[in-house]
């Protein structure tokens, strides 16, 4: 069975940074592709990162290029969302899934509950 667990969401000033980590169950990390994805109140889910099983590949959506990055650490089997020069318009509950290398929410098969993330103004 599948686990993701997120964590490190929290209220942060704007240009502020943080980190998103999720923690992976069992063999998660080298048989699918990890992604990142958010929703804010109202909104549909946005698609913000996603990174290959190997880790050679990555793609970003274009409100968070530049400014986020994703990685994964094997031995730790987890995946990291690091969020620089944060904006109010990030504020959103912030989704770690994983799936296929995609930029769409319907080809990710397994989700976690969720991390907050407010950035104030």
């Known amino acids: 069975q599948v686990q993701l667990v997120e964590s490190g969401g929290g209220l942060v000033q704007a240009g502020g940074f943080l980190r998103l980590s999720c923690q992976v169950s069992?063999?998660?990390?080298?048989?699918?592709?990890m992604g990142w994805f958010r929703q804010a109140p109202g909104l549909e889910r946005e698609f913000v990162a996603t990174?290959?099983?190997?880790?050679?590949?990555?793609y970003y959506g274009n409100s968070v290029k530049g400014r986020f990055t994703i990685s994964k650490d094997y031995a730790k089997s987890t995946v990291y969302l690091q969020m620089n020069s944060l904006k109010p318009e990030d504020t959103a509950v912030y989704y770690c899934?994983?799936?296929?290398?995609?930029?769409?929410?319907?080809?990710?098969?397994?989700w976690g509950q969720g991390t907050q993330v407010t950035v104030s103004t």
């Open positions: 899934a994983a799936g296929a290398l995609a930029g769409s929410a319907d080809k990710y098969d397994y």
């Open positions: 069992g063999r998660t990390l080298s048989r699918h592709a």
């Open positions: 990174i290959s099983w190997s880790g050679g590949v990555t």
